[in-house]
Every structure is written in structure tokens, then in C-alpha cells.
């Protein structure tokens, strides 16, 4: 089994990452998408400070890895990417419970570009203008997610073209994989 860990700030690309590895026969579990699950089944609301405010309180309240834990009960099984993790401690949480093995994957790309890019993706709780994009890039970085993106084993800048991208995360996927099979 591979685990590979995925980290980036908003916008830098981290669903194409989770494209190409899906390409590559991984499975995927967002950790995102487990927050917005509890946020909903408590009746927060979708908006970025609706959901940015139930994790924070969530990590205040339960501890800095209370994510971590919750994506671990819904996790597949098989080669997996975990998308979104924010912290070290959500990282050494994963660690401990599926082993040392796991890679932790970095995208990082330019603020500008990643401020472009939530504004054409449109996601409920994507930002439109500038100061609410600089909120949550103030946030998650509150939650240890510069420290994440530094303690990477691998990072990748994403501020070229798609294609470029694309082919830079097949070749780091295969690569970890041919690593992982070899005695």
C-alpha cells in the first residue's frame, strides 16, 4: 500500500494532483470534504467563513489532528492519496496509525495565480475578491500549513502550463511507486 499525503494552500493545484493519481489506480479521500460532511450534518452553513470557522473550532476544541482522525474512519483501503491536510500534526497522526511509508506531497504556485484560480473555479466557498482569499490564506496558515508545505518530501511549483503540471505529477507518482515495489 502507498499513502501519499497531499499539502498546498488553496488554488495551487491540488486537484489536478488528485486527477493524475486517480489516472494511476489511487484511490482518494479529501479531507475537505470531511469537514464540509460535519459541517453540514451540524447545519453550517457552505460559505468559506462558515466552514473555515467549524474546522478551527473543531481543532480548538477536539485537538489539531481531529481532522486527521475523522478522515482515517472513512479512508479506503488500497493505494491512497489524502488530499488537504493543514498541519504536522495532522501529518505525524497518519503517520503513526498507517506507518512511516507515507509520502507527503507539496504543491505550491504563486499567490496570484491561485487567487485566478479559485475565482474561475467557483466553489461555494471559493473566494471572489482579494480580501477574503487573503483570510483564508491567513487561516490556514494559522493551522500549521506553512510548516507542512516545508516538511515535504517532495514539492512541486505548479506555475507553468497544465500540461507541464500534469506530466510533473505522473512522473513524481510513478516514481514513488516503482521506489515502493522495489525489496
Not at 78 to 86: M, P
Request: net charge negative; charged share 25%.
Amino acid at each position: 500500500m502507498v499513502v501519499l499525503i497531499l499539502v498546498g494552500m488553496p488554488g495551487s493545484g491540488k486537484d489536478i494532483f488528485v486527477q493524475e493519481a486517480g489516472k494511476i489506480g489511487f484511490s482518494h479521500i479529501r479531507m475537505g470534504d470531511m469537514v464540509r460532511l460535519f459541517a453540514g450534518e451540524a447545519g453550517i452553513g457552505t460559505d468559506d467563513m462558515a466552514i473555515g470557522g467549524f474546522a478551527s473550532a473543531h481543532r480548538a476544541e477536539y485537538g489539531p489532528e481531529i481532522w486527521a482522525k475523522r478522515t482515517l474512519e472513512k479512508m479506503p483501503r488500497g493505494n491512497v492519496l489524502i488530499d488537504g491536510s493543514r498541519s504536522l500534526a495532522e501529518i505525524d497522526h497518519f503517520k503513526s496509525f498507517l506507518g512511516g511509508d507515507i509520502k507527503v506531497i507539496g504543491i505550491d504556485a504563486p499567490t496570484e495565480m491561485r487567487f485566478q484560480r479559485l475565482v474561475t473555479r467557483g466553489r461555494g466557498d471559493d473566494p471572489s475578491i482579494l480580501e477574503d482569499f487573503q483570510a483564508r490564506d491567513n487561516r490556514e496558515l494559522s493551522w500549521g500549513l506553512g510548516e507542512a508545505l516545508e516538511n515535504a518530501d517532495i514539492t512541486i511549483c505548479n506555475n507553468g502550463t497544465l500540461k507541464e503540471f500534469r506530466n510533473e505529477c505522473q512522473a513524481i507518482i510513478n516514481n514513488i511507486i516503482r521506489k515502493h515495489r522495489k525489496p
